[in-house]
């Protein structure tokens, strides 16, 4: 393994040049009193290149080799933690040429050339021993773009378990739900696999019959027959790698006719976008592929009048489908988001501000070793349908027809091979026939 962390650094540190990058891992945040914390989940860009999630760390990487900063803790520590490694272990576990106590960082060399991030939990220590506001030095963020765009063969390892632990965590959904009250109780379904497996969710999890609300973190709504259940749920095994699955099913384990007609009209946008894939495609046209067979079939059910080519044109199809079809993947859910759209977008490329393009993530010619998530969606979101701009072409009374499907998003996680694109969660029920033959 050490050998796939120092080809990172090495990488990492041609791309630079002659400056040395200093990566802070971060700290642990108090949910409410200084003792009672979150867990501690480290700094991506430092997991990525450090391969632990060690707190309280600054790893200081230079052409020549990587120095590891971190205070080895006192010795009450262990009452409450347990034992702690020694320095020199850790560094060694690193591939790390030393460590030294944090103290001695203000005198490491070169210092002021030094190229950082800023880390939200530790941006204090940052000012501190950089002597300034740490700001996101545009050439480190890009050589670490360069670096995280694709993943390698451990990262991919790593995120085929992940992606197993997600796929065992929604059949375990499924197959309580008939049987659930709450959301809630699904919920604990699927996270109860997710933990026993010793995962983390890789972010909060949307369980809900309200999937117009597209980042629902409620979960105390009952199950009513007739409702579908929106479930976005993906773990984070634990060194870090992350996977992002949704999947809408009826509650009763049976579609009602209209949830069918909708259904099948977002997976047939799903499948659409999921076969473009493959490197040299560019995202935005695998998005606006999902927009056009989304409206195709919203025009052929009356939903949408006129030519579904001019609708796209024009953004109608936001109207139900308001986001992007997907977005990076790899140690963040979105991956990079914090380095804003340095990462999602290639360079000299900005976002639209148009209605159908506005909330896309990712737009860049695919290259192999990418993996990206694709989730078309279909919402009514009542603030979204009364715009003006959608009025002329959303028939009223057929959309009275669909009072049952508030919101369906179907997502995959999809690996860019060289020859095409893998979809690393297909094992997870997608299709009605499937779907209902776990629901009982
Ligand atoms: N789970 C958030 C998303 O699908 O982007
Ligand atoms: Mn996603
Ligand atoms: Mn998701």
Known sequence: MLGVWQARRHKLAQLVGDSPVLLWSGARQPRNFPANTYPFRASSHFLYFAGLSLENAVLAIEPGGTILFWDEPPPSYALWHGDSPQGEALAACLGAAACYPKSKLKEYPSLNRALTIPVPSVLGEQREI???????????????VECRLTQDEWALQEMRRSAKVTMAAHLAGMEATPRSQTCAQVRGAIEGVIIAHDCTTAYNSIVTTQGQVLHSETYSHPLNPGDLLLVDVGAEVPSGWATDVTRTYPVTGKFSPSQKAIYEIVLQAQLAAIAMIRPGVEYQDVHLQACHVLTEGLVDLGILRGNPADLVAE?????????????????????????????????????????????????????AGMVVTIEPGFYQVPSILSDPLYQPFINWEKLEELRDVQGIRIEDDVLVTPTGGEVLTQALPKTIADLEAVLV
């Open 130 to 144: 950089l002597g300034t506001v740490p700001q996101l030095d545009p050439r480190l963020a890009l050589a670490i």
């Open 315 to 367: 953004h109608i199809h936001s109207a139900f489908f308001p986001h992007g079809v997907g977005h990076l993947l790899g140690l963040d859910v979105h991956d990079m988001e914090d380095l804003g759209d340095l990462a999602g977008y290639a360079p000299g490329r900005t976002r639209s501000t148009a209605p159908g393009l506005k909330y896309l993530r990712l737009h860049r010619p695919l290259q």
